[in-house]
């Protein structure tokens, strides 16, 4: 714990929204509480914005698109590399005020996340210009064509709460590279540190090009939604969501682009190098620093027979090693769930897990028996657990849990790991364990999901976008600029 860390931070903070350049609470002067998950204590307040803050966003989005979108590409590319400064230099805060804000533990926030956030808005800027090129078409000697690329114009970015400032930034960078003007809907269980940054980044862009407005989705997210004044949404959230969405956006028409949940296979072949398949399936893909909550999260292991016993005793001996406790100590590994509406539907599937007959292989505890501290007693703590079985058609095995809890699953061929891997409505990503080039390529072609790594997890190097039920789109800066053509007759 370092002095800016929670001991520093015993008083309620409040935080605002970001409007036009000024930071507003809610009109009417609502509030929503924001509790710490690892005390279950409230530590902050936040804006429960309405139909009218939502408006006003827009209004202030409209009326700053003209300049931004008209400014030079170098002009946009210049503030962008601001922003990733502001990003470097109140890294170590905001890496604290994610962990304390949702629970992702400090060597992720600092060690990972924030160094990845200036790295993202460096890649933001120096895509601008790319995302200005056009093309030019020869239709003969008096008849050109052309295609600029230009922005949809107020894009809205509405995030999750497992990974806000990550989720924050792909959707505000690559839209405000793009020439877009944005406003950001954070979600409701972990608004502060998005909050956090409009308050620094407020000093750094132009008022009104960015927009944050925090509050409940059906309150404050719903009326973005539905305005006719949103050209575009992006949205990593819930398949639930995404529904309610589309339907709420159809009668203003706009593209949409859906980033869902899923229920990740990761296949261990028995010619696997067991010594990384082992972490890989474990602290790699699920039992994670921030407990599970990670869309792709690799919570369907399929391991093939002959290696099946061996694999459980090191999975086993692994998940003992996991440390819970303090997020903000360097020494801990796994924090907890985000909220205790959350940490309750995790649990649910313990007992759920059990019902339907499957075999506990390790965990299955939760509450304050998980922590060896009792100033941790009131928080959201799931320990890693793990079932066992052979029927992939129960809830634990179909149902995303978002938590740390996974189940494994036996299988002989490879036929047998792809029909496996492939009997869900989800298709995010998958994970093959394999020495074997042949099967490697073979599982590649052939899952249904929007990324496949093979001898790895969790890396994400291109942008991850699923299939089925796991929604469709991404965030990239072309993906925020469409393409107008024009035919020039001399
Ligand atoms: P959620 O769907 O409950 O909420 C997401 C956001 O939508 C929140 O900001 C919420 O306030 C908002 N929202 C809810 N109802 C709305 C409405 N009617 N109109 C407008 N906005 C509304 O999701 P969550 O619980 O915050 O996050 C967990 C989910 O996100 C999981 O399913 C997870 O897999 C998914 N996720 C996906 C990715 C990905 O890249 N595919 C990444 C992270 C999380």
């Not at 962990?99 to 996340?113: H, L, P, V």
């Not at 406003?183 to 998005?194: G, L, N, R, Y």
């Amino acid at each position: 714990m370092t002095d800016s860390g929670r001991d520093a931070m015993t008083e309620l903070r409040e935080y605002s929204n970001l409007i036009g350049g000024e930071l507003r609470p809610a009109s009417g002067g609502g509030t929503l509480e924001s509790v710490d998950p690892a005390t279950g204590e409230v530590w902050a307040t936040i804006p429960r914005s309405t139909a009218e803050d939502a408006a006003a966003a827009v209004a202030a989005a409209r009326a700053a698109f003209p300049r931004w979108s008209g400014m030079p590409a170098a002009g946009r590319a210049h503030y962008l590399r601001k922003v990733a400064a502001v990003f470097a230099e109140n890294a170590r805060e905001l890496a604290e005020l994610e962990t304390r804000d949702n629970g992702r533990i400090i060597s992720e926030t600092a060690k990972r996340d924030l160094p990845g956030m200036t790295y993202l808005w460096n890649s933001a800027a120096a895509e601008c210009a790319a995302a200005v090129e056009g093309r030019s078409v020869d239709f003969g000697p008096s008849s050109l064509g052309v295609t600029r690329r230009e922005p949809y114009g107020v894009t809205l970015g509405i995030i999750p709460w497992n990974s806000p400032i990550s989720t924050f930034s792909a959707k505000a960078a690559f839209a405000l590279a793009a020439g877009n003007t944005v406003i950001i809907k954070p979600a409701e269980q972990a608004t502060a540190s998005t909050l956090r940054v409009g308050e620094l980044l407020r000093e750094v862009l132009p008022a009104g090009v960015l927009n944050i407005v925090s509050g409940l989705g059906e309150e404050a997210g719903d009326p973005l939604v539905r305005s006719r004044g949103v050209d575009k949404i992006s949205l990593t959230g819930s398949v639930h969501t995404a529904k309610i969405i589309t339907r709420a956006s159809a009668d203003s028409l706009k593209p949409l682009a859906l980033e869902l949940g899923g229920k990740s296979p990761n296949i261990v072949f028995a010619d696997a190098d067991l010594d990384k398949a082992a972490p890989g399936v474990t602290t790699q893909a699920i039992f994670t620093a921030n407990a599970g909550q990670i869309c792709y999260g690799g919570s369907r292991i399929l391991i093939q027979r002959p290696v099946y016993d061996e694999m459980i005793f090191r999975m086993k001996a692994l998940a003992e090693r996991i440390r819970l406790g303090d997020p903000m100590s360097m020494e801990t590994t796994m924090g907890p769930i985000v909220s205790r509406e959350q940490y309750e539907r995790v649990v649910s599937y313990l007992e759920i897990g059990a019902k339907e007959g499957a075999e506990l292989v390790f965990g299955g505890r939760s509450g304050a028996a998980v922590v060896d501290d009792d100033r941790y007693a009131g928080g959201y703590w799931v320990e890693p657990t793990l079932f066992a079985t052979g029927d992939n058609s129960l809830r634990i095995c179909q149902e995303e849990i978002f938590g740390p809890v996974a189940v494994v699953i036996p299988f002989d061929t490879e036929e047998e790991a792809l029909a496996l891997a492939n009997d869900s409505v989800y298709g995010l990503a998958a994970g093959v364990w394999t020495n074997s080039l042949g099967t490697a390529q073979r599982m590649f072609r052939n899952l249904e999901t929007g990324t496949v790594w093979v001898n790895t997890f969790r890396k994400v190097m291109f942008p991850l976008e699923g299939v089925k039920d796991s929604g469709y789109g991404h965030d990239s800066v072309m993906a925020y600029t469409r393409e107008k053509s024009g035919l020039f007759e001399i």
